[in-house]
């Protein structure tokens, strides 16, 4: 018995032994990331300028999308809102992602509300998607017009859905906008009495066969209000979108904002943002293409919105908002397969802000060894501009 006792506690030794050998091997297999710089890509004090996206196109020139409004203290109001009538697309340009000179030049203006939220998706063929929705301000004697349920994000401003531009020249021109499908999960119609058509902030992803997979969100509850995520896919493009799978249900809490990512062995991975579950980022993993998803769950952490970027050595850098105190920026660098986000380092990008109005970033590879993680910023309380972090690979 003693033998039998002493044989197992060896096993028992050589398996904790390997199990950390191998998390020792996970983390030092691992690019080291030190910070640069930290850049202001584009700071106007009659603006509040948010939600940035970003991409880097063949030819080497660097896309900059974001929504702009009119910083309201510029009409003796206290403060802005993430909703406003004047709201609308923008885009910059640079050659090396670090110098943005000069004004930025109009995007897209929607004719009927202010625009959200630019992501935008640059194709293997160079084309490129760029979605966001809207919000119409409706006067007090409309709003008993309106078709019920709806969604009211304050008196008066209620919800368009989402729309998606297209640009076949590499972003000189856009096209569109399209309407993708209303999904059959969501309950509410449109300030135009229409049910919502699809929408969500986030990441899109070409996938290795060609499809743009596009993780959605939709009002399935009214009562109380909550969210759930959903996959659309278009095998055109972007043109069209076919309904899939749900990918995060709960019934007591919500899921909003989600990039999705492409592992190489073929998992479709949503880094999802979530309500009622103390901002904590969750993950769901499809293991069939996007037929369906397994059960959401917790990362760990708190940080949202969340944006994956696939580097040379194919580990993944997961970059999110923070806003705890210190507010600021914060990343981790994932294995390939996105399977260790519990025990991946967290990395500080920023710390540095002066509120919890900030975040959203998105990153893209500047080189084989620099990274600019873009994303909205106030260092001074009210002065939210677009700003960027140059990250070195070591």
Same mark, same amino acid.
């Given at each position: 018995?003693?033998?039998?006792?002493?044989?197992?506690?060896?096993?028992?030794?050589?398996?904790?032994?390997?199990?950390?050998?191998?998390?020792?091997?996970?983390?030092?297999?691992?690019?080291?990331?030190?910070?640069?710089?930290?850049?202001?890509?584009?700071?106007?004090?009659?603006?509040?300028?948010? =939600?940035?996206?970003?991409?880097?196109?063949?030819?080497?020139?660097?896309?900059?999308?974001?929504?702009?409004?009119?910083?309201?203290?510029?009409?003796?109001?206290?403060?802005?809102?993430?909703?406003?009538?004047?709201?609308?697309?923008?885009?910059?340009?640079?050659?090396?992602?670090?110098?943005?000179?000069?004004?930025?030049?109009?995007?897209?203006?929607?004719?009927?509300?202010?625009?959200?939220?630019?992501?935008?998706?640059?194709?293997?063929?160079?084309?490129?998607?760029?979605?966001?929705?809207?919000?119409?301000?409706?006067?007090?004697?409309?709003?008993?017009?309106?078709?019920?349920?709806?969604?009211?994000?304050?008196?008066?401003?209620? =919800?368009?859905?989402?729309?998606?531009?297209?640009?076949?020249?590499?972003?000189?021109?856009?096209?569109?906008?399209?309407?993708?499908?209303?999904?059959?999960?969501?309950?509410?119609?449109?300030?135009?009495?229409?049910?919502?058509?699809?929408?969500?902030?986030?990441?899109?992803?070409?996938?290795?066969?060609?499809?743009?997979?596009?993780?959605?969100?939709?009002s399935d509850s009214e009562s109380p209000r909550k969210t759930s995520?959903?996959?659309?896919?278009?095998e055109d493009e972007g043109k069209n979108w076919e309904y899939s799978?749900?990918?995060?249900?709960?019934?007591?809490?919500?899921?909003?904002?989600?990039?999705?990512?492409?592992?190489?062995?073929?998992?479709?991975?949503? =880094?999802?943002?979530?309500?009622?579950?103390?901002?904590?980022?969750?993950?769901?993993?499809?293991?069939?293409?996007?037929?369906?998803?397994?059960?959401?769950?917790?990362?760990?952490?708190?940080?949202?919105?969340?944006?994956?970027?696939?580097?040379?050595?194919?580990?993944?850098?997961?970059?999110?908002?923070?806003?705890?105190?210190?507010?600021?920026?914060?990343?981790?660098?994932?294995?390939?397969?996105?399977?260790?986000?519990?025990?991946?380092?967290?990395?500080?990008?920023?710390?540095?802000?002066?509120?919890?109005?900030?975040?959203?970033?998105?990153?893209?590879?500047?080189?084989?060894?620099?990274?600019?993680?873009?994303?909205?910023?106030?260092?001074?309380?009210?002065?939210?501009h677009i700003a960027g972090s140059i990250l070195e690979i070591q």
């Amino acid at each position: 018995m003693n033998v039998l006792r002493s044989h197992f506690g060896m096993v028992l030794t050589m398996i904790i032994l390997i199990s950390a050998g191998q998390r020792a091997l996970s983390q030092s297999s691992k690019p080291k990331i030190k910070k640069n710089q930290d850049i202001i890509i584009y700071d106007d004090e009659k603006f509040h300028s948010a =939600f940035p996206s970003i991409v880097k196109k063949a030819d080497g020139e660097f896309l900059l999308a974001f929504r702009r409004a009119p910083d309201r203290k510029i009409f003796g109001e206290g403060h802005s809102n993430h909703v406003d009538p004047n709201s609308y697309l923008v885009m910059m340009r640079s050659r090396d992602g670090i110098s943005w000179d000069g004004e930025p030049e109009l995007l897209y203006a929607h004719a009927f509300g202010g625009s959200q939220d630019p992501c935008l998706l640059l194709m293997k063929n160079g084309k490129m998607l760029c979605t966001s929705y809207g919000w119409a301000f409706v006067r007090p004697d409309g709003l008993p017009n309106l078709k019920s349920p709806n969604f009211q994000n304050k008196d008066g401003v209620v =919800f368009l859905g989402g729309y998606v531009l297209y640009s076949d020249d590499g972003g000189k021109e856009w096209a569109g906008p399209l309407y993708p499908p209303h999904i059959s999960p969501e309950i509410n119609f449109s300030a135009m009495g229409i049910p919502i058509p699809a929408y969500n902030r986030g990441a899109l992803w070409e996938g290795k066969n060609g499809r743009i997979y596009w993780v959605v969100a939709a009002s399935d509850s009214e009562s109380p209000r909550k969210t759930s995520t959903h996959l659309i896919i278009s095998e055109d493009e972007g043109k069209n979108w076919e309904y899939s799978t749900p990918v995060a249900v709960l019934d007591t809490a919500s899921f909003n904002e989600t990039s999705i990512y492409e592992t190489p062995a073929g998992d479709l991975v949503a =880094f999802l943002r979530t309500s009622r579950l103390n901002g904590e980022a969750w993950i769901a993993r499809s293991k069939d293409g996007g037929k369906s998803f397994g059960k959401p769950e917790s990362m760990g952490f708190v940080g949202y919105p969340l944006h994956a970027l696939p580097l040379p050595d194919k580990n993944v850098l997961l970059v999110y908002g923070y806003r705890e105190k210190p507010y600021g920026i914060r990343a981790r660098i994932l294995n390939p397969e996105c399977t260790d986000f519990k025990t991946a380092k967290e990395i500080i990008i920023r710390d540095d802000g002066a509120g919890t109005d900030l975040g959203y970033p998105w990153s893209v590879m500047l080189d084989d060894k620099r990274i600019l993680v873009s994303y909205y910023h106030n260092v001074v309380p009210g002065r939210i501009h677009i700003a960027g972090s140059i990250l070195e690979i070591q």
